[in-house]
């Protein structure tokens, strides 16, 4: 152990352990460690470096606007901020209104009162959520994210929340009812190992949710901002949410989170409901817009389709006992195993100069910057055999 993992351990709570690789410096795709070996970056902090690392871009805005004003609190107003809602709406192309928050949890908790007023006002009394789905950590997106391990010991939680198999419709169906206040669902789930829905289910969820009146959720908080190869994850199913948060990838680097609210949905909050002292501040969205116009006039979408096609079919050419098959669109992927041998995949990966992350005990997860290039997804084609024979 490094002195600075050692100094990292006396110095934090246990919640974590010990990462183990102290990251000092990065540009583009690559990043570098306290001891100066080099990585190929194919998980972007979580699906959040969107350009890369030190894109000018992004150091442009932030300094610039940093220089200029850093805080206002929601006591004032600045541009940056309404750029930042008129941008998103814009691309959204839906009527609806925006609320800044610092992550992506927090989206969701903004999500949650909204659905939780709505259903007072409207006489619903409980929520629907996919088994197996993340919303965060907080205890009222922990209310929602089916995964028992990181649930269970924090309950009771402060609202009923009804879990269904996710990507079954029928389920859905019978689950929610006239009493149902919100659906929340991701487009595809990220912590469970990018889990893809059927073709069809979230058409179904929005038709379930016309029927009942409840209001349908789309957590982009990984999915969304270019990862999928459309601009939100929604786009890929022609649906549209009553809700929609995100986080993530819209800050390129820097902390937001953003819940926006369509139609009637965008009013629910009456003055003084909801707040955030560091929400939507100027930097954080100077930062935003600077990804916004990036991935706009680099080309980004396509891009992300053309790349992410070659890394899915690169990896399923590949024959291996040990690997299982990919899925998830765009840049967002996982590689299946068949053991559960995915830290070990990591391992043998960072070993290699490549950071993945094993999101599931049977698979690793793959979101690399936007901005990889072909010849930087070859490389971890061409080493990957070895490094899964290397995992076995």
Known sequence: MSSLEERFEAAFMPNYGVPPVALARGEGCRVW???????LDLIAGI???????AHPALVEAVSTQVATLAHTSNLFLHEPEVLLAERLLGLLRAPGRVFFANSGTEANECAVKMALKYGKTSGRSYFVAAENGFHGRTLGALSLTGK???RDQFGPFPFEVRFVPYGDADALRKTVTGDCAA???EPAQGEAGVVVPPDGYLKAAREICDDTGALLVSDEIQAAIGRTGHWFAHQNDGVLPDILTLAKGLGGGM???ACVGFGEAGTIFAKGDHGSTFGGNPVSASAALAVLDTIDRDGLLEHVRTVGARFAEGIDAIEHPLLAGVRGRGLWLAMLFTADRSAAVQAAAQRAGFLVNAVQPNAVRLAPPLVIT???IDSFLAALPMILSEAQ
């Open 148 to 150: 028992a391990s990181i």
């Open 183 to 185: 659906v929340f669902l």
């Open 47 to 53: 699906a959040v470096t969107s350009l890369g690392h």
């Open 33 to 39: 460690d306290a001891d100066g070996r080099e990585y």
């Open 374 to 376: 072909e010849r930087e």
């Open 255 to 257: 902390p937001i989170g």
